[in-house]
């Protein structure tokens, strides 16, 4: 004959008393649990917004290099003829290669281009006189709220004759603007003006008043036109080159173009 297992009886009214003790416990439990819930829920909402490679820009796919608008970039090799633009260039202004680069300040992959591989080919090229270096605004403003206003504060910059060192100071202390909004963001922008010995008022009503509004559209029409696809994007004597690629990606055509 098959023995039953025999569960010790525990009283309904025993049970809920001895529970009772754990009750704090529990609800820490509960707690720590919806909060580690809610964490993980906004992450998984962020890799499906940003991708694994990086951030994407208007809604489109992320590269590994760069981030993308909706414009399909050229046929490699292609040559565009793409104007520098109004800002003043880095560099000799008679140098036999023109690298313009269309940019997003709050952009991460510009961040590391300027960091990364920008060094060395100041370094090696711009500082020589063999290349220079222009800007242009391309801010992807549906992910980079912050990035238009960063545009026209360089652009301010640029009026009282330092552009390069705002430009410079925007990539450096890209976290400490880049999820800020509204007023706080101007505000930082105003206090990198006068760190950098600018006069505040001047800097601070051009920002307010969207004088160089018309600029950063500008560089944007421009950029689309020329099939601008992700920031940063590089014309290098005309040639594309898309994403903070490794600095022998720049050389290969940087060098070739030197050598015409």
């Known amino acids: ?23 704090p416990i529990l609800i820490v439990l509960l707690l720590v649990a919806s909060f580690l819930l809610g964490a993980l829920t906004t992450k998984i909402s962020y890799l499906e917004k940003v991708g694994v490679a990086g951030t994407t820009s208007n809604n489109s796919p992320s590269t590994a290099q760069g981030q993308r608008s909706p414009n399909q970039p050229v046929p490699q090799g ?6 520098q633009g109004q800002l003043p260039p880095l560099g000799n202004k008679n140098a036999k290669v023109t690298i313009v680069e269309f940019t997003d300040f709050q952009c991460p992959f510009c961040k590391r281009f300027f960091d990364d591989a920008l060094v060395s080919i100041k370094k090696e090229y711009i500082d020589t006189g063999k290349a220079k270096l222009a800007i242009r605004h ?8 912050n990035a238009f206003a960063a545009g026209e504060a360089s652009e301010c910059a640029n009026e009282q ?3 390069w060192e705002y430009h410079d100071l925007l990539f450096k202390d890209q976290t400490k603007w880049e999820s800020q909004t509204g007023n706080d963001a101007k505000n930082t922008f105003i206090s990198f003006a006068e760190g ?23 560089d944007l029409s421009d950029g689309q036109t020329a099939g601008v696809s992700g920031t940063p994007t590089f014309y290098i004597n005309g040639q594309q080159l898309v994403g903070a690629q490794p600095l ?7 060098d070739q173009e030197l050598s015409k």
């Open 138 to 145: 391309f801010p992807l403003t549906a992910i980079h709220p």
């Open 161 to 163: 004759g330092k552009f």
């Open 196 to 218: 950098l010995g600018l006069n505040s008022g001047v800097f601070t009503s051009c920002l307010s008043s969207g004088k160089y509004k018309a600029n950063v559209d500008k």
């Open 1 to 23: 004959m098959a023995r039953a297992i025999k569960l010790p009886s525990v009283s309904l009214e025993k049970f809920f008393q001895d529970s009772s003790q754990y009750t």
């Open 78 to 83: 292609a040559k565009v003829d793409v104007k």
């Open 248 to 254: 022998a990606s720049f050389k290969t055509v940087i």
